[in-house]
């Protein structure tokens, strides 16, 4: 991890409201000389449009102050939305009950109803997808 990151994150981490609040993911890209830093948080319990623009103020405020980020940026605080994929264990914790979509390493998706976060995996109550009959050929 870059040290630049590395220190963004820090940041993050100390203007989040509590320990119910954690940090997704936190990326930047440089498009046409344009930085966009992209800061992916998540709560336990669920997150509002509030916290995001609070922490978005405050980690602004903090980058201007330390001049981490020479030049223009774009600063996007967010929450990591439906389509995301779920990548931290707590994550995955906080949606015990929910139905996921899964693709294992092998390519094969599977969907079903997320049951049990362990230390090394997952356990799911997987819907077995029905076969198509064929149609019945006519005399």
Do not use: W
């Not at 994150?9 to 997704?24: A, G, S, T």
């Not at 344009?34 to 992916?40: F, N, R, Y």
């Amino acid at each position: 991890m870059s040290e630049l990151k590395q220190s963004i994150e820090e940041i993050v981490e100390k203007h989040l409201p509590d320990e119910k609040h954690f940090i997704v993911e936190v990326s930047m890209v440089n498009k046409g000389g344009k930085t966009t830093l992209s800061i992916l948080i998540d709560a336990d319990e669920g997150l509002n449009i509030q916290t995001c623009a609070d922490v978005s103020r405050a980690v602004s405020e903090e980058l201007e102050v330390q001049d981490l980020l020479p030049g223009a940026y774009v600063l996007e605080v967010s929450s990591p939305g439906l389509d995301y994929p779920l990548s931290s264990r707590r994550q995955f914790q906080k949606n015990i009950g929910r139905e996921l979509k899964v693709l294992l390493t092998t390519g094969k998706e599977l969907v079903g109803k997320l049951v049990d976060v362990e230390e090394t995996g997952v356990k799911m109550l997987v819907k077995k997808k029905k076969k198509a009959k064929k149609p019945r050929k006519r005399k």
